[in-house]
């Protein structure tokens, strides 16, 4: 079974800081993950995703995501905090194989808070 | 492109009616996904189809709820009677045909369902 757990519900940084959102997964097969942003009262956007590929992935927004295998994470960074940066975000996986056709388990959120 | 498509947005009904929602994916996405978010249980998958037909409803909490895909352009979720903790945010997410179950899923605004 599959799963993803997002170390923190809530983050706060400064305008400029430094953003780090947690992600560790649990996967019996080697996993596809991703990072989703959803903005207050609009549905999930996908900021990037790890496809077996480079274990370091930009995104959109100056986003980036590396897969550590031997620490199973694959947390979301971004240098430079902005206040339109301030959303929920999530990770989620899924995996080759059977019939999953795509099917995403979603980690729990985590709701980044940017101040002025 | 208009992107996926959810009617209604916003519906409030006291318990015991029925509800439907639905949802448009976007033109030529052949996999659509039915999700339920709430602060309790996050984000769920309910229920999905390939080609219009349901490939895993394993998430549908109960036979209360039901969904249709009568066509490659419409799909219906439908809950009856409602209970008033079937209150959430239910998305609709298509991803397009012959793509990966890697790919992005397109996610719709959302109805938010509120039961009294």
């Known amino acids: 079974a599959q799963s993803v757990t997002q170390l923190g519900s809530h983050v706060s940084v400064s305008e400029g800081a430094l953003v780090l959102l947690r992600c560790n997964y649990s996967?019996?097969?080697?996993?596809?993950l991703f990072w989703y942003v959803q903005y207050p009262n609009q549905g999930l956007q996908l900021l990037l995703k790890?496809?077996?590929?480079?274990?370091l992935v930009k995104g959109i927004n100056g986003f980036e995501a590396e897969f550590k295998k031997s620490e199973t994470s694959f947390h979301l960074t971004k240098p430079s905090a902005h206040m339109s940066d301030a959303a929920e975000y999530f990770c989620?996986?899924?995996?080759?194989?059977?019939?999953?056709?795509?099917?995403?388990?979603f980690g729990q959120g985590t709701i980044l808070t940017v101040h002025p | 492109d208009a992107g996926v498509i959810q009617s209604p947005r916003h519906e409030v009904t006291e318990m015991g009616q029925e509800v439907t929602l639905r949802c448009k994916p976007i033109?030529?996405?052949?996999?659509l996904f039915w999700y339920r978010q709430t602060m309790m249980r996050g984000l769920e998958l309910l229920i999905y189809?390939?080609?219009?037909?349901?490939?895993?409803d394993s998430g549908m909490p109960e036979d209360r709820f039901s969904a249709k895909m009568p066509n490659a352009s419409f799909s219906t979720l439908k809950i009856q009677p409602s209970e008033p903790r079937d209150s959430a945010v239910y998305f609709c997410?298509?991803?397009?045909?012959?793509?990966?179950?890697?790919?992005?899923?397109?996610f719709g605004p959302g109805t938010r369902l509120t039961v009294l």
């Open positions: 189809f390939n080609n219009n037909v349901p490939i895993d």
């Open positions: 790890y496809t077996s590929a480079a274990t």
């Open positions: 997410a298509s991803i397009p045909s012959g793509s990966g179950f890697y790919n992005e899923q397109f």
């Open positions: 989620a996986v899924t995996y080759a194989g059977g019939t999953s056709y795509g099917k995403l388990t």
């Open positions: 033109s030529g996405h052949n996999s």
């Open positions: 996967s019996s097969v080697p996993p596809y």
